[in-house]
């Protein structure tokens, strides 16, 4: 049944020759193999003014290397391509060469200028996919933005990103890039040492989003690596680095990074994620806020240390400091949660630095399980909350704060609801 539906789809599209974007969702389909894979190609051929295909194969586990050598050889009729994006993961069929087939392909598309490609879950890719892939996107000068997604591939160590960072190095018109590698855990600093000597190549780059959540060998010699070259990439608008989880990130990671951060001054756009990077202390994000007050141009800061215990009133105070200076900001999503030494002070120091950010748009905090936040503490966010006009958005999250009462989360409830401007609430008080 689900073959002869990809059939009577692919012949559909006879009738939409002049389509220019198409998105096929056929995730969970398990039913599909490499034979429905072609047949849906074959249609896609027909619409020889695509420029834009997203298609979601995600745990279409009877899918192997041989459908994306179809799929790959199936592009090639599709001239005016632009944008490719294709899910394949959990298709645990897929290995190595599947990814060199598929490259090969795509490395004869010299008009594609994006290309997502997620391949989490696929646990038999190994080195040698990301070198042979690697290889074949080095030949696709023309692209603009590439997003890779390795999560969970476990056997990829620190020579497969080596050898994906040399073919990528050689893209100097790339504007975005994406690579996510979450709990890869044979990955250690040497990896990130030598994809990080790659990406300072790029002098165009605009945008850069890198994810070794939960890769347990990455220590701060990594976070060095990557903000040496960061500061080198003087065009750089947003930054979003996610580090949870990686037991050995401390402070040094948040000093490195503070050090680039003044040198960035096109900088709009700042996240980091280190929760559960629990040797993180206040000295840390001391240097951070001091560094942070020297980026005038940034317009939304993201900042997550959800379970890093050492953490105290000071650290949080250094880093109010930081932001305050920033009168730029538009969007502030800080998540102090099971930051257990965090009290009213801090939160008093946040809440009166936070007032004169007066062109914020969107607020989120959360300080779940913070036990010595009490109803002062909420008392001085409600008021805080008052002086911020331009407020569109907001989530603020207390749960499990066992000295709040009742009374003061009423409270909070109606200074929210005298917030003319908002649009968007998610209260968790509870």
């Not at 190609?41 to 009877?62: D, W």
């Not at 050995?248 to 990074?257: N, P, R, V």
């Not at 105070?317 to 257990?340: H, P, T, Y």
């Not at 914020?360 to 909420?378: K, V, W």
């Amino acid at each position: 049944m689900l073959s002869q539906g990809l059939k009577v789809l692919s012949q559909g599209l006879k009738v939409f020759s002049s389509l220019r974007s198409i998105n096929i969702n056929l995730r969970n389909c398990s039913g599909i193999t490499d034979n429905g894979l072609k047949v849906l190609v074959e249609g896609l051929q027909r619409a020889k003014s695509l420029e834009s295909i997203n298609l979601n194969l995600y745990k279409c586990e009877k899918i192997t290397d041989i459908g994306l050598k179809k799929l790959g050889k199936g592009l090639k009729k599709l001239n005016c391509l632009r944008s490719l994006s294709v899910d394949f993961g959990f298709c645990n069929k897929i290995t190595d060469k599947g990814l060199k087939n598929l490259g090969k392909e795509l490395q004869k598309r010299t008009s594609l200028q994006s290309i997502d490609l997620d391949f989490g879950g696929c646990k038999k890719i190994m080195n040698e996919g990301l070198k042979d892939l690697g290889e074949c996107l080095k030949e696709v000068t023309s692209l603009r933005s590439v997003s890779l997604n390795f999560n969970l591939c476990e056997k990829i160590t620190d020579e497969g990103l080596k050898d994906l960072g040399e073919g990528l190095q050689n893209l100097i018109s790339l504007k975005s890039i994406v690579l996510e590698f979450l709990f890869c855990n044979e990955i250690p600093d040497k990896g990130l040492k030598d994809l990080s000597g790659c990406l300072k190549r790029l002098a165009s780059l605009q945008s850069i989003r890198l994810s070794f959540s939960g890769c347990e060998k990455i220590a701060d010699e990594s976070l060095k690596d990557i903000a040496e070259s960061l500061q080198q990439l003087a065009s750089l608008q947003l930054i979003e680095l996610d580090f949870a989880q990686c037991p050995q990130i401390a402070d040094e990671s948040l000093k490195s990074l503070s050090k680039c951060l003044p040198q960035l001054t096109s900088l709009q756009s700042f996240f980091v994620n280190m929760s559960s990077c629990e040797e993180i202390t206040d000295k840390g994000i001391i240097d951070l806020g001091e560094s942070l007050k020297e980026v005038t141009s940034l317009q939304s800061i993201k900042f997550n240390v959800y379970g890093c215990k050492k953490i105290t009133d000071e650290g949080l105070k250094s880093f109010a400091k930081g932001i305050k200076q920033l009168n730029s900001l538009r969007v502030v999503q800080l998540d102090f949660s099971l930051c257990e030494r965090i009290t009213d002070e801090g939160v008093k120091d946040l809440s009166e630095c936070l007032k004169s950010l007066s062109c914020l748009q969107s607020l989120s905090m959360s300080f779940q399980s913070s036990e010595d936040i009490t109803d002062e503490g909420l008392k001085l966010i409600g008021e805080c909350l008052k002086n911020l006009s331009s407020l569109q958005s907001l989530s603020l999250t207390v749960i499990r704060c066992k000295k709040i009462t009742e009374k003061a989360r009423e409270d909070v409830r109606e200074v929210v609801k005298t917030l003319q401007n908002l649009t968007k609430t998610y209260l968790n008080l509870f």
